[in-house]
């Protein structure tokens, strides 16, 4: 897997294509429409044969071979597609292929259904599903049906094609060239065991009915349907309705999902696919009413480049999923007496910008890149109503119930909703989990991943009072059961406050968790930044707003933290108000804010993190605290940290910081390196532990072979792949030996 790497929050992605190899389709046969005979020809008369030649191994026609009948080496299981094919071939051969997608399909159909099995193979060039004005066109190849393209048009196997190099485009611009409003509603419509390779899909433009909006680029419900080495891009899934009634209580309908590809229900596996720069739906208007029974607006598409159903299970294998933006939520109706009366929210914005997995669906993810994607804004509302909140999960979003693992995966760049502006009392809040959001009671483990440069969303600003933005800037997780082993959390923002009383800052900026039983193996949290509150104009507050808290973790939960490392975290800046009051102070926890439950750490290396700045008073003369910048338990949580080093963690530049810059609240510390500690029973020191720049122990370190062996948790997620889960934790952060030496080391990594 190569990953990218990134400059910024939104960095640009630089698509360099996905390449793979076809193994797991038939050979065509050793004739596929040329006559490949070599028997010498003797006969020196110019007469021409047109009879059929059946290569019976004898020879008798000594005249000039024209043959252009048909080709009985072929194989019957296969039909060929030319864009130079003629209205009248056969489809039996390259020489003699269908000029239609269609028209293979169809035939292809009637052979799969008598044999089990067929493939319609397509050379280079765009093929539309209608040369007509029927929006519910679509290519849809039958059960047993595989459709492969990237063919120049002379091959004799599946595998000597090049899709890179032979791009074949199956297109929904139907109707007027470049007007999507006639489009196709599905360009690609799979079916159980059926696979559709090596195709760039495109143009799809999703209607208002229910059976039209999702599923622009590629729709499907059946089991074993296969998608692979195709770009599905330029599709917009299909806008919500507003309610025909014209007034009362009706709802507008949500947006259509899936705008790239919408797995409803059943099996399917997405592989060395990039689907990219495709749309979601907006929600449809609610309708105006009276006092009461006005209605909102509907809910923008989710899930826009990959929608997978309830109970659908999907593997999304080696492919890029990049640049795919969710809408916004419809506008909220009107109470009939208009402003004065009130109105009703807004739809949510679309959820799920890269990927939606709705509730009781699973996804794995292998070797995948999930860049650049967005949640949608929220739907305004009218009157004095208060906006919903703005879409979340700007890479992915994972529904209640849900099962979803990730493996060996980028999730990058992404963001989530930001609230819109409202001009009267209150602003919704922005969208959690710029890269992941997960829902309640779902099943998500992370491994080996890279989590970097998302942002949660900003709240909207009102005259009033503003949203607060986003938690959660890489990962926001509500009360499910999350684990990440050997995964990156870096660079990640939890964006800053409005200029609005009552508008926070997002906290969490690597990971926002409410969850208890949280467990956290041989992970890196780098960078990650909790948002600042800027200047506050002062409606209710009598000064100016704290900055976010958990620069690299808040939680509201219990949670294991073993073989970690915390570094260059940072919490916001507390802000200044524009009245007479005290700045805001700066946020705590720079690395990590519990805020509820118990944190075990173990093996944990928690160095140069900072808590933010206080903000200044209304005069300029007085400065709020600074925040806590390494570990803060809050009333009624707790911390208990074994075989660690928490040093230099101070939000002063230059200084060290005191004790309770490393710990505070209630805690528990044993054997472990502590900047200023003062209690050095139990194992713990107060002494330089030494780290160079990458965060290992130097020879002389007196972190070195101190740490408690009985410290040492069971390896419950088998880090060295053994197969043993009850033995002493065995390796490091960097996968090497634990124990090297007479004891452990503090810290992360053992010196070796």
């Keep these: 897997m190569r990953y990218l790497i990134w400059t910024g929050c939104m960095a640009v992605f630089l698509a360099t294509g996905c390449t793979a190899i076809l193994t797991d389709y038939r050979d065509a046969g050793e004739d596929t429409g040329a006559d490949t005979d070599t028997d010498t020809d003797t006969d020196m008369d110019t007469d021409t044969d047109t009879d059929t030649d059946t290569d019976s191994g004898t020879e008798t026609d000594t005249g000039t071979d024209t043959d252009t009948g048909t080709d009985t080496g072929t194989d019957p299981l296969i039909r060929f597609v030319r864009m130079d094919g003629t209205v009248d071939g056969d489809g039996r051969s390259w020489t003699t292929a269908f000029n239609s997608v269609v028209v293979a399909l169809n035939e292809a159909a009637e052979v ?48 000597e094609r090049a899709p890179l190099d032979n791009p074949t485009i199956l297109s929904g611009d139907i109707g007027v060239a470049s007007d999507p409003s006639d489009n196709v509603y599905h360009v690609v419509t799979g079916s159980n065991d059926s696979a559709v390779m090596g195709f760039t899909i495109t143009g799809g433009m999703g209607g208002t009915g229910a059976s039209q909006r999702d599923g622009a680029g590629v729709y499907a419900e059946g089991d074993d349907f296969t998608l692979a080495e195709c770009i599905v891009e330029g599709n917009r899934a299909g806008d919500g309705e507003k309610a025909a009634v014209p007034t009362g209580g009706v709802p507008g309908t949500d947006g259509g999902r899936g705008g790239g590809v919408f797995i409803g229900a059943g099996t399917a596996i997405i592989r060395d696919c990039e689907i990219r720069d495709n749309v979601g739906g907006l929600g449809g208007d609610g309708t105006n009413g009276d006092d009461g029974d006005m209605s909102d607006g509907g809910q923008g598409g989710g899930g826009v480049g990959v929608f997978v159903g309830g109970g659908a299970e999907v593997t999304i294998d080696s492919s890029v999923i990049h640049n795919n933006e969710c809408l916004d939520g419809g506008t909220g109706g009107l109470t009939e ?27 794995t993810m292998i070797d995948s890149e999930v860049t650049g994607n967005r949640a949608g804004p929220e739907g305004q509302s009218s009157g004095y109503t208060l906006i919903v909140q703005a879409g979340s999960g700007g890479g992915v979003y994972v529904g209640e119930g849900a099962v979803v693992t990730l493996l060996d995966s980028l999730i990058g760049g992404n963001r989530a909703g930001n609230a819109q502006y409202l001009t009267f009392f209150g602003g919704g809040p922005g969208g959690d989990g710029g890269g992941i959001y997960v829902q309640e009671d779902a099943v998500v483990t992370l491994s080996g991943c890279i989590v970097a440069d998302n942002l949660s969303g900003n709240g909207a600003v009102s005259d009033f009072s503003g949203g607060s933005a986003g938690n959660g800037g890489g990962i926001c997780n509500h009360s499910s059961r999350l684990l990440l082993v050997d995964t990156t959390v870096r660079t990640n923002v939890a964006v800053n406050g409005n200029a609005r009383a009552n508008s926070l800052p997002g906290s969490g900026g690597g990971l926002y968790n409410t969850a208890d039983g949280v467990n956290i193996f041989n992970c890196s949290f780098l960078q990650n930044n909790a948002g ?60 990590i804010l519990i805020n509820a439950g118990e944190v075990h750490l173990t093996h944990v290396t928690l160095v140069d993190n900072a808590g933010g700045t206080g903000g200044w008073d209304f005069n300029g003369a007085t400065m709020a605290a600074n925040g806590l910048s390494g570990i803060v338990a809050q009333t009624g949580a707790s911390a208990v940290v074994n075989n660690s080093i928490l040093w230099s963690n101070c939000g002063i530049p230059f200084e060290d910081g005191t004790e309770e810059d490393q710990i505070s609240g209630d805690s528990t510390v044993f054997s472990s390196c502590v900047t200023g ?15 160079t720049s990458a965060w290992i122990l130097q020879e002389g370190s007196p972190a070195v072979d101190v740490a408690d062996p009985l410290q040492l948790p069971a390896d419950q997620h088998d880090l060295d792949g053994d197969g043993d889960t009850e033995e002493p934790l065995p390796v490091d952060r960097s996968g090497n030996p634990r124990l090297v030496g007479s004891e452990p080391d503090m810290g992360a990594y053992e010196r070796q």
């Design 532 to 591: 600042s509150a800027l200047s506050t104009w002062n409606d209710t507050l009598s000064g100016g707003a704290a900055g976010g808290s958990g620069g690299a973790i808040f939680t509201s939960g219990s949670m294991a933290v073993v073989n970690t490392l915390f570094a260059n975290n940072l919490t916001g800046e507390g802000s200044r108000p524009d009245t007479d009051g005290p700045g805001g102070p700066g946020g705590n926890g720079g690395a």
């Design 677 to 691: 500690r003062t209690d050095l029973t139990s194992g713990n020191i107060a002494d330089d532990p030494m780290l």
């Design 337 to 363: 007496t208009g402003m004065s009366g009130g109105g009703a929210p807004g739809g949510r914005g679309g959820s799920g910008g890269g990927i939606h997995v709705a509730p009781g669906a699973s996804l």
């Design 112 to 159: 799969a259904a008598m044999e089990g099995t067929c493939d319609v193979w397509v050379a280079q060039g765009a093929y539309r599903p209608s040369n007509g004005t029927n929006r519910e066109a679509t290519f849809h190849p039958a059960p047993g049906v595989r459709l492969i393209g990237g063919f120049v048009g002379n091959e004799e196997t599946a595998e």
